[in-house]
């Protein structure tokens, strides 16, 4: 039986497509649902079209009740029988009550060379800092934000010219390449674990 994949978005879902893309007949493990926290992500239609469900649960009728949110969230999980879970540009900081529950499961792209640049604004503050290289890292995900243990990482160079918006595009191509490399290690791992 293959593992099932959950892939959560906010937005245009570019890495989620890719890692859809990934898990093909022979990957060990198939996507059983893509997830945004708004109806209005790009990345839900763009799911439905490789037919993968689907879920949308907006987090702004939950105002600071970060707890039901996340208990809405683990509903769609469990009833997908999700086995592991991708971050995938899911722009909510998830609390110790979602992680506790997932830890082990869940892995994350984030876009820059940990442990530099957690949190947002990371090509801006490449760029400020005179950094010479960005790039991004696949982890899994523990209590603490973009911190837990480094599966992937790729680096790009930082050109004299480069904008935020110039550096995340030569970016995201990385995170292209190794979000389904990483997800292919992790679930070997994975598999090897439980
Ligand atoms: C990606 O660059 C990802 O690394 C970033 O959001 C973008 C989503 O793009 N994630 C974070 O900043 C998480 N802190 P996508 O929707 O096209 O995959």
Not at 174 to 188: G, K, N, S
Request: charged content about 20%; hydrophobic content about 45%; proline content about 5%.
């Amino acid at each position: 039986m293959k593992l099932r994949v959950a892939i959560l978005i906010s937005g245009g879902g570019s890495n989620m497509v890719k890692l859809l893309e990934s898990m093909g007949a022979d990957h060990l493990a198939e996507p059983c649902l893509v997830m945004a926290n708004s109806a209005s992500a790009g990345g839900l239609a763009k799911a439905a079209a490789h037919g993968v469900p689907t879920a949308a649960i907006d987090h702004k009728p939950y105002g600071k009740d970060r707890a039901a949110f996340e208990d809405a969230l683990m509903a769609q999980l469990d009833a997908a029988k999700t086995d592991i879970i991708c971050l995938a540009g899911f722009m909510r900081v998830l609390t110790p009550h979602f992680i506790a529950r997932y830890e082990g499961h869940m892995i994350n792209v984030h876009p820059s060379l940990l442990p530099k640049y957690k949190g947002l604004h990371t090509h801006a503050r490449a760029i400020d800092a005179g950094d010479t290289q960005a790039g991004c890292t696949v982890h899994e995900v523990t209590a603490k934000l973009d911190d837990g243990p480094i599966i992937m990482q790729a680096s790009v160079p930082i050109l004299a010219d480069d904008t935020p918006d110039t550096l995340a595009a030569r970016v995201l191509i990385q995170e292209h390449r190794i979000y389904p490399m990483a997800l292919q290690r992790f679930a070997t791992y994975f598999i090897n674990r439980y």
